[in-house]
T-cell receptor, first 111, second 114 residues
Framework: RKEVEQDPGPFNVPEGATVAFNCTYS??????FFWYRQDCRKEPKLLMS???SGNEDGRFTAQLNRASQYISLLIRDSKLSDSATYLC????????????FGGGTRVLVKP | DADVTQTPRNRITKTGKRIMLECSQT?????MYWYRQDPGLGLRLIYY???????NKGEISDGYSVSRQAQAKFSLSLESAIPNQTALYFC?????????????FGDGTRLSIL
């Protein structure tokens, strides 16, 4: 089983719609969680950290469910520019504070 | 200017050649990392360094070596390149501190081994 698993998609989303997707992680000792965004053939860029109580950044909302070991990302009022691959990233201090990346969820926002 | 700079951006070479990928950063971060990305597999950690005297293997270090020449420089070498090392390679940096420090990536090096 992969340490961090994501539905690869693609999620085809009409412009203006809401899309949500999850990421599951296997190590219960994981401590920090992030969502990164990666555009085609570009470097990953931090979208947002994920906090235990959930957090929002504009149209983006991230949630953490420690009991079920998953995090989620919700995008409201999708824009064409939101089309990208979203990487779920988990930090486990016991593993030397290394980040483990999921394979990414591809989102395509269409007019 | 980019905070994390990788050179070269693209490289095509032949099997058996020695290749060095270079990474430099102006962020003042202590920690540096090398990843490779393959379609469908996400990013996988090759090597990482928490300071100049600290080098650690990641999950896929076989066939690779690294050198941390200075706090700002971390190079990755393929001693004898093979075709399955064809991939997109990323260097990243992060600050020492709490576990929630994110990583900052360079633009990537697209490497093709023929």
């Amino acid at each position: 089983r992969k340490e961090v698993e994501q539905d690869p998609g693609p999620f085809n989303v009409p412009e203006g719609a809401t899309v949500a997707f999850n990421c599951t992680y296997s190590n219960s000792a994981s401590q920090s969680f992030f969502w990164y965004r990666q555009d085609c053939r570009k470097e990953p860029k931090l979208l947002m950290s994920v906090y235990s109580s959930g957090n929002e950044d504009g149209r983006f909302t991230a949630q953490l469910n420690r009991a079920s070991q998953y995090i989620s990302l919700l995008i409201r009022d999708s824009k064409l520019s939101d089309s990208a691959t979203y990487l779920c990233v988990v930090n486990t201090r016991a593993a030397g504070n290394k980040l483990t990346f999921g394979g990414g969820t591809r989102v395509l926002v269409k007019p | 200017d980019a905070d994390v700079t990788q050179t070269p951006r693209n490289r095509i070479t032949k099997t058996g050649k020695r290749i060095m990928l270079e990474c430099s950063q102006t962020k003042g971060h202590d920690r540096m990392y090398w990843y490779r990305q393959d379609p469908g597999l996400g990013l996988r950690l090759i090597y990482y360094s928490f300071d100049v005297k600290d080098i650690n293997k990641g999950e896929i270090s076989d066939g690779y070596s690294v050198s941390r020449q200075a706090q700002a420089k971390f190079s990755l070498s393929l001693e004898s390149a093979i075709p399955n090392q064809t991939a997109l390679y990323f260097c990243a940096t992060s600050q020492t501190g709490a576990a929630n420090q994110p990583q900052h990536f360079g633009d990537g090096t697209r490497l093709s081994i023929l």
